[in-house]
């Protein structure tokens, strides 16, 4: 499996400043591709739009939109009122990262479909909160999810698979394998769309995740049903949730795609066997 690269916010977080319903005067900030899904514009009176962790502007702003700047949304979900230049709305877009924008800033052409419906088509409903959470071994490690590896790394018939298979049920928790910090939370798919199901024809992790350890260590898991459960930039533990187990992206069932990487920025040159990885830091992933 190959993930490609797309078009994402880089989420820093701005300091804070006066606002006015869903914008902040004087920033300025990168634009999305609008690649696939439903279009979208940034009209405002000269100020750039907030892009926030949920529908409402006491959610956390990660960053902005300039003025005129494309982007696309995935869908919609419905958040607090905005009196905006377009319209006075209740929606928010959601991007393909899982931030917000409001919609009342947004001209588009076509309307996008709401979020309930997306995460209905995957027969999306939220599992228990809680789990066992497994004992670290003496290295700080544990498995991402438990099972077999199926698919392995770099095997005859498939030499560019940089990772593991693990088959799984949709919705087992997926584990941070070790403590570090988010530094990749987003969808990664050619079709830009994952909240439904994958399949071979499609390239691309899907929803996927990176955290970063110690030593410039990398870990990718891919293929969730949903966005990841955690941002980038947040500080996980060893055996912490940060996603579930589906199969968005370049995938022909339920699974965890998990790769190792030996540094940061993870790519093909850095990538190494990740049962091997584990076992040498005290899990056994058979």
């Not at 100020?47 to 006491?58: D, E, H, I, W």
């Not at 095997?155 to 799984?168: E, L, N, Q, V, Y």
């Not at 350890?213 to 996980?236: F, N």
Request: overall charge positive; hydrophobic content about 35%.
């Amino acid at each position: 499996m190959r993930t490609r690269k797309v078009s994402r916010l880089a989420l820093t977080v701005i300091a804070s400043a006066g606002t006015l319903g869903g914008l902040v005067a004087g920033a300025a900030g990168p634009a999305l591709a609008a690649d696939a899904g439903v279009a979208g514009k940034v009209s405002t009176s000269g100020l750039a739009l907030n892009v926030r962790t949920g529908p409402s502007t006491a959610a956390e702003r990660v960053s902005t939109l300039k003025p005129g700047a494309r982007f696309t949304i995935e869908c919609q979900e419905p958040g607090q009122k905005i009196t905006g230049k377009v319209r006075a709305t209740r929606l928010w877009d959601r991007l393909a990262d899982g931030t917000y924008v409001s919609d009342a800033y947004v001209a588009r052409k076509a309307k996008p479909p709401r979020c309930a419906d997306l995460e209905e088509q995957v027969g999306q409903v939220l599992p228990p909160a809680t789990h066992e959470t497994p004992t670290a071994s003496a290295a700080g490690w544990v498995a991402p999810i438990p099972g077999t590896v199926g698919s392995g790394y770099r095997t005859k018939d498939r030499p560019s698979h940089d990772g593991g298979d693990i088959a799984a049920d949709r919705w087992t928790p997926i584990l941070a394998a070790a403590a570090g910090t988010v530094i990749v939370s987003e969808c990664n798919a050619s079709t830009n769309k994952c909240d439904v199901d994958g399949s071979p024809k499609i390239t691309g992790c899907g929803w996927y995740a990176e955290v970063r350890h110690q030593d410039d260590v990398v870990t990718r898991y891919c293929h969730m049903v949903r966005r990841p459960s955690v941002k980038v930039g947040a500080e996980v533990k060893a055996g912490q949730v940060i996603g579930y187990v589906g199969t968005s992206g370049n995938s022909s069932g339920t699974h965890l795609h998990f790769e190792v990487h030996t540094g940061a920025p993870a790519t093909r040159t850095n990538a190494t066997e990740p049962t091997a990885f584990l076992k040498a830091h005290g899990v056994v992933v058979r």
